[in-house]
């Protein structure tokens, strides 16, 4: 029995699909939900399609015949061999996470690394807002050691005086820490 030659458009399919699956393998945290549970079986992946990738569901032999031509260097094989171990990192990364959902374990992760990223981004902003604090607080003393030099400084300080408090500053930043 021969292979029958499939289309073009199933070869362009699959080649779409083979570098989706690339991608997913080099970073599985950032790829579709779907085409991680997709990963779980031959057949699956077969009928995956995504509209936006041109990717196309296809019958299994039809898939098959086309990764021959659309993949290089091991066709069928070796897409069929980086579809196990995208399945084997996202069944691993779901244990991790204690659930036998994928996209659960996936979308922990990122939420894990989104607040390291935002209490990263919130020591950042507390250590300028110290800084400043400092640094207002520093301009002040400034004015108070100058301000018998001219009255222009006398009266900028008591403006800033009266619109800014410095203790209240502080007080509120040591309740937001």
Do not use: N, T
């Given at each position: 029995m021969t292979a029958h030659t499939p289309s073009s458009s199933a070869i362009e399919s699959v080649r779409n699909l083979w570098l989706?699956?690339?991608?997913?393998k080099a970073s599985p945290l950032t790829a579709p939900v779907e085409l991680l549970e997709a990963c779980s079986t031959q057949e699956k992946l077969a009928k995956?399609?995504?509209?936006?990738?041109?990717?196309?569901p296809l019958a299994l032999n039809t898939f098959k015949d086309a990764a021959n031509i659309a993949v290089e260097k091991g066709g069928w094989t070796i897409l069929d061999e980086t579809r196990r171990q995208i399945s084997r990192v996202a069944r691993s990364n779901a244990a991790k996470a204690g659930t036998k959902r994928p996209g659960l374990a996936r979308q922990l992760a990122i939420e894990k690394q989104e607040n390291a990223a935002l209490r990263h981004n919130n020591q950042q902003l507390l250590r300028g807002r110290a800084l400043l604090l400092s640094a207002y607080s520093n301009?002040?003393?400034?004015?108070r050691d100058n301000r018998t030099l001219s009255p222009r400084l006398a009266e900028r300080l008591?403006?800033?005086?009266?619109?800014?408090?410095?203790?209240?500053?502080?007080?509120?930043?040591?309740?937001?820490?």
């Open positions: 989706e699956l690339c991608s997913a995956y399609g995504c509209r936006e990738k041109a990717i196309r301009a002040l003393q400034l004015l008591r403006e800033h005086e009266v619109m800014f408090d410095i203790r209240q500053f502080s007080e509120v930043g040591s309740h937001d820490a």
